[in-house]
């Protein structure tokens, strides 16, 4: 078994790190007096400056160490918290993650500036005092909150077992300990286990301390307030009069509890959380997603010899291993979801930072964050969500002044929110700005050719346009957005993870965009259709039901392609006449109705084989634009079977069931 | 003050015994006590020591222990090392058997 690299496995936490610092720093914002926030940001920035400086990345630990003492100032009372702190910080944490990716890049200048800014913001714009000044300051603090006289604490103490991995330094805890007074400490090594059982990353030594010293218990904990969550702490006062305890004799003693009853003694035990999860490189999921798919392809091939052949035995093994094999796709599916938390998260930086640039006020309100999407579609939606909030912001919102004259809040929404309808999520950005403001996407739209003057457009077609290569409405170009390069990858980035994109706005009150995607890449549930000789597969979740064409059905359909559903008419497509299959319809056709949310079309298929677990496959570069399919799949005999694209073919029939209706 | 050696050379450890390379290091003792039944560990004053080193040498000597082997220091506890155990409160309360180890301290 070979030990991951700690230089990866710490540019990994440490940019987790960073997130959660981001994260607290925007909390803060909010209610900048926040204690816990303020000393979650301290510890975040406390423990990137630590093991930094363990693994080598001194100017990251070096300009961390800034951050982390004007947060410690404010811990500490010395500085409030301010917005114009928190920007600072905000800034200095993105140069952080710079001095993370390049530590042997050219970034003094940068450093130089960003802790300008930030000692700005700490002494209140009346000049930068130099750094050793500031840490000073930090530490002379806690000397005046001495509780007066002489106490004598017995400690005892075992770290997380991943704390030197995640950049403790425990003896830096112990010359803490040592600062606070006299201190006699005993390493206790009886739980390390022999050579050949040891982690060597973890740690399994424990310490007896006994220390006399006029602070009170605050000052201890304080000592350990980066790891308090996770360790095991016992802090115990004894009396004064009290001699000190007896001198742990051997390492592998367990200190004795005898004077416990004469002490005042509270513990702050807490029990190790155990080590829950475990880390795993996605190209492994990636890869086991792989063999899970070949396993399915497989076992579809199983059932259909075990089909054909009598053996009752063979029928039973084969069923059982159908139910195995979807139980592990099943399982397999759940370890590549993510919530979209973890997507959502990035945005309340970009609003605030868009906020500032833009003298907008700004509400980002996030719903439905535990929603849960395949990895692969979280990490390929990240650009493409940041443009439409980008554009949210910049075309939509309006600035204060402007909406209080329209009678609005001077705050402006943006919504994100994400739910689930069957195999899709939907993904939302809402804004209650000014909307779209159609005049001026027709006149765009005519001025650079995309559409004929005084072309008779209904309302979503107008707005698709803004999808096109090339549109753009802004009368200014900013660095936010209206460079005209964005919505078209948008779109082309969604339809390339077999999604599609909606879009609503309502003059004065603001624009909607829909994002639907599918929950997983990998595999889905398919229906089997056949057309004329070939084999094509309908996702499950777009089938809402199947009906029977009669004959007499399809001959009075002729040049309507029209169904009546339940007093509905729904457009239909002749999959045969569309592949050119060349030849003659099966007498018993039937219809299979799709729909992408509220829009329905009827696929007129020839049979309609079965349910199908479809590991998809992408198309060959030569198919790749080919828009009726989005992949294809193997089928139990070795053949190949396309993916229909649902949004593609529910698309040509709207268009097919407006031009009918255009002409009469 | 250094002790008499048993015949077989010593293993001379790294210049850099942190947490960075301690899997490694782990490794190189490991190996090297599986094919010598005394030890001996050649550890430069110089070299960069954190507390996963000594708290690997603990182990170590666990393990030479409990197979009947020995685990010895070339040369006393010096530098870096000394610093970490001093730091580490290793050398408080110490047991004659480990003052020897570290230290090279005649046990009475």
């Known amino acids: ?664 | 003050m250094s002790i008499t050696l048993p015949g077989d050379a010593p293993l001379t450890l790294p210049a850099s015994l942190t947490i960075k390379n301690i899997s490694a290091v782990r490794e190189m003792i490991l190996d090297f006590m599986n094919n010598n039944s005394t030890a001996v560990l050649d550890i430069d004053e110089e070299a960069q020591v954190d507390l996963s080193f000594v708290q690997l040498v603990v182990s170590a000597r666990k393990q030479a222990e409990a197979g009947e082997g020995r685990l010895l220091l070339a040369r006393p506890a010096a530098g870096d090392l000394y610093d970490v155990l001093k730091r580490g409160g290793f050398l408080d309360a110490m047991t004659p058997e480990a003052a020897h180890f570290w230290l090279h301290q005649e046990k009475n």
């Open chain 1, 1 to 664: 078994m070979s030990n991951p690299d700690p230089i990866s496995v710490f540019r990994t936490e440490a940019a987790e790190l960073l997130e959660q610092i981001e994260s607290g720093l925007l909390d803060l914002t909010r209610s900048l007096d926040d204690r816990d926030r303020i000393d979650a940001v301290f510890r975040g920035l406390h423990t990137l400056k630590g093991s930094g400086a363990m693994f080598g990345f001194d100017a990251l630990a070096a300009f961390t160490h800034h951050c982390e003492t004007a947060f410690d100032r404010v811990r500490k009372g010395d500085v409030p918290a301010t917005h114009e702190l928190v920007s600072a910080v905000l800034s200095a944490q993105d140069h952080m993650r710079a001095l993370l990716e390049t530590p042997n890049g050219d970034h003094d200048a940068m450093s130089a500036t960003l802790l300008d800014n930030l000692h700005r913001a700490v002494n209140g714009g009346a000049g930068a005092p130099a750094p050793a000044v500031a840490a000073a300051a930090a530490v002379s603090a806690p000397a005046a909150q001495a509780a007066g006289g002489m106490r004598e604490w017995r400690i005892r103490f075992s770290l997380p077992a991943n704390a030197m991995a995640n950049g403790t330094n425990p003896l830096g805890l112990l010359d803490e300990m040592r600062d606070l007074g006299e201190c006699r400490i005993v390493a206790d090594a009886a739980k390390v286990p022999v050579l050949a059982a040891l982690d060597p990353r973890d740690i399994h030594l424990a310490w007896d301390v006994t220390l006399r010293s006029e602070k009170p218990r605050s000052d201890i904990e304080d000592v350990f307030i980066f790891v308090m969550d996770d360790m095991e702490l016992e802090i115990t006062e004894i009396a004064v009069e009290q001699p000190a305890p007896a001198p742990v004799e051997a390492p592998a003693a367990k200190p004795a509890e005898r004077e416990a009853p004469a002490a005042q003694a509270v513990s702050d035990s807490k029990q190790a959380k155990s080590a829950e999860n475990v880390r795993v490189p996605a190209e492994r999921l990636d890869e086991m997603m792989d063999r899970v798919g070949e396993l399915v392809i497989a076992q579809s091939r199983l059932t259909q010899l075990a089909g054909t052949a009598a053996d009752l035995g063979l029928r039973s093994v084969s069923e059982e291993i159908e139910r195995l094999s979807g139980e592990l796709r099943d399982t397999m599916m759940v370890l590549r979801m993510m919530p979209v938390a973890s997507l959502f998260s990035r945005f309340r930086r970009l609003v605030h930072d868009l906020s500032r640039e833009t003298g907008k006020e700004i509400e980002l309100v996030t719903e439905g964050e535990s929603t849960e999407v395949d990895k692969t579609v979280i990490d390929r939606l990240a650009d493409p969500l940041v443009h439409l909030v980008r554009n949210s912001i910049d075309h939509g919102l309006e600035k204060p002044e402007e909406r209080i004259a329209a009678g609005k809040e001077p705050k402006g929404k943006v919504i994100l929110s994400a739910h689930q309808t069957g195999g899709e999520v939907i993904i939302t950005i809402k804004d209650d700005g000014r909307g779209i403001n159609r005049e001026r996407v027709r006149a765009k739209a005519e001025a650079s050719g995309l559409i004929q003057p005084g072309a008779m457009l209904m309302d979503q077609e107008l707005l698709q346009l803004i999808f096109q290569p090339g549109f753009s409405t802004a009368q200014t170009v900013t660095n936010l957005s209206g460079r005209g390069v964005g919505m078209d990858v948008v779109k082309k980035t969604v339809e390339a993870l077999r999604g599609a994109i909606d879009i609503t706005s309502k003059p004065g009150d603001g624009s909607e965009v829909s994002l639907r995607i599918p929950l997983t890449l990998a595999i889905i549930d398919g229906l089997l259709v056949r057309v004329g000789q070939g084999c094509y597969v309908i996702p499950l979740s777009a089938v809402e039901e199947c009906l029977e064409l009669s004959l007499e059905d399809d001959l009075r359909s002729r040049g309507r392609s029209f169904i009546s559903l339940r007093d509905s008419l729904v457009p239909f497509l002749r999959l045969r006449e569309l592949f050119r299959t060349g030849t003659e319809p099966d007498p018993h056709q039937k219809v299979v109705v799709i729909s992408t949310g509220a829009e329905r079309v009827g696929l007129v298929v020839d049979q309609i084989i079965g349910d199908h677990q479809t590991v998809i496959k992408s198309m060959s570069k030569l198919h790749h634009d080919v828009a009726t399919f989005s992949g294809a799949t193997i089928l139990g005999d070795g053949s190949v079977a396309l993916i229909l694209d649902v949004t593609h073919l529910v698309a040509a029939g709207q268009h097919q069931e407006a031009q009918l209706r255009a002409a009469g």
